[in-house]
């Protein structure tokens, strides 16, 4: 005998998460048997629901349940700044903030030659399409500090910079509140280049 | 701007798992909107079926579909054991062994007065209910070797006993392939005290 059907079921889909392997995904379906049902039925409506309650916004490629998106519908933003990040998640950690005012741009991914993601795989086309706005004055890359992030933000920098758009990079350099002697030396090597006078 | 309503709705559920916090729940939010929707779909309805198909057998309070259970119902099995375990993994554990044939019991808990858990919250009167059937010849005790698991093997055996009918514990000991090196003292002690000839 193996684990009854809907267990075994159960366990499958877990194991789809990552980080999941089949141990765990044994003891959160037992888990989950011993849940209440309320929470176990918000589960699986929570589940369906991301898939047919967000859409991808048509002019930023954000995740929104309205398209456009609240923030590309909001009129009191600065239209004349785009932030362009990799993902959907880097939106949210940016509005966090509180401190930025302007539109987003969701690439959904970078270039990449070695898994073969190039310019026509990401969200760039549309970006392009942005700009030839009058009101863009200035486009800012917030790509991560990967070498496919950096090597996107330079791709969309000679893209961009000729048609007299400015285009700047989010700072690199030490985290707030870590330690000199623990941070690694690509990291110090941006902290020293990018040094401000006091 | 938070997390779209959706999004914060599975991250509310992801956390109700053991072992996943906010950030964890947040990046499996995020993997599950990138995930095909035929396997959410199927992940929804495991967790649906897992409350709404399994139900605990109304003779051993093993998990089953149909009621009473496979195991309950096999004529073919030995019907003069019944081993006793906590919870039902630890019948589809013993189930994997392939060697045992007997009856199962689940309690569904142990004895435990430090959280309140006394012989009448846990699945014992159905057992003592079964022994009075006289094919019953023995009553193998599985609980885990923990305090809880120990003082309800020891409750177990004074109540069964006086029936006569026998009561086995499992063996403690070494686990196979273990080094003696790295074994605990507790281990060690149920290994020199249950040593056999050879």
Redesign the interface.
Known sequence: ???????A??V???M????IGQK?A????????D?K?E?????????????R??HFCSICGN???EDPC??CQDTTRDRSIILVVE???DV?AM?KMREYHGLYHVLHGVLSPMEGTGPEDINIASLIQRLHDDEVKEVIIATNATTEGEATAMYLSRLIKPAGIIVTRLAHGLSVGSDIEYADEVTLLKAVEGRREL
Chains 1, 2 share one sequence.
Not at 1 to 7: G, L
Not at 16 to 19: T, V
């Open positions: 005998m193996h684990y009854p059907e809907p267990i079921k159960l499958e889909s877990y789809k998460l990552p980080g765990t044994v003891r959160l379906a037992f888990y989950t048997l849940m049902e929470d176990v039925n918000a589960f699986a409506k929570a589940l369906i629901s991301v898939k309650d967000l995740i929104t349940e609240e923030i993902e959907p998640k949210m509005e």
